[in-house]
């Protein structure tokens, strides 16, 4: 189908069944986001999806899954209340105040320092990726003020 004509049926169904457009069409589509819209009850799978970006002020309260995605960056407002999945993902850096309410899976992830203000409530795990070459006290105090709960996964 077309660009417009899912356009058209979308509206149609806000208009008159009061539901709301789904969001990966809006991400793909670059349509704007109600507050509403920018807090994903469940988990979220991107995973190998064409997106480029991700909206300002994104919160997910299950786990986001963001594996092999060409994306480089993720917004600085994000909140992950279950794990954030990064695995063989494309993402560069990681936005300063990030909050992972469970695991962080950075699994060949091409990451290579954690930014100050991370707070992760589970694990790390890092095989294969960059920040193996730091032990786990450099790693933690990286993210001072922050902190990470759990374990910190290297092998």
């Given at each position: 189908m077309e660009k417009e004509t899912l356009k058209k049926i979308f509206d149609f169904i806000k208009k008159n069944d009061n539901r709301n457009v789904p969001f990966i069409w809006k991400l793909i589509n670059n349509e704007p986001f109600t507050d509403d819209e920018l807090y994903i009850k469940d988990d979220l799978d991107l995973s190998q999806s064409n997106i480029t970006s991700l909206p300002e002020g994104l919160k997910v309260g299950g786990?986001?899954?963001?594996?092999?995605?060409?994306?480089?960056?993720?917004?600085?407002?994000?909140?992950?209340?279950g794990s954030l999945s990064l695995y063989e993902s494309e993402i560069t850096s990681l936005p300063e105040g990030l909050k992972v309410g469970y695991d962080l899976?950075?699994?060949y992830s091409t990451i290579t320092s954690l930014p100050r203000g991370l707070?992760?409530?589970?694990?790390?795990?890092?095989?294969?990726?960059?920040?193996?070459?730091?032990?786990?006290?450099?790693?933690?105090?990286?993210v001072k003020p922050g902190y990470i709960k759990g374990r910190i996964i290297k092998f």
């Open positions: 786990s986001l899954i963001l594996s092999r995605l060409k994306i480089t960056s993720l917004p600085k407002s994000l909140e992950v209340k899976i950075l699994t707070k992760v409530e589970g694990y790390i795990d890092l095989k294969g990726s960059k920040l193996t070459k730091y032990t786990e006290d450099q790693l933690r105090k990286m």
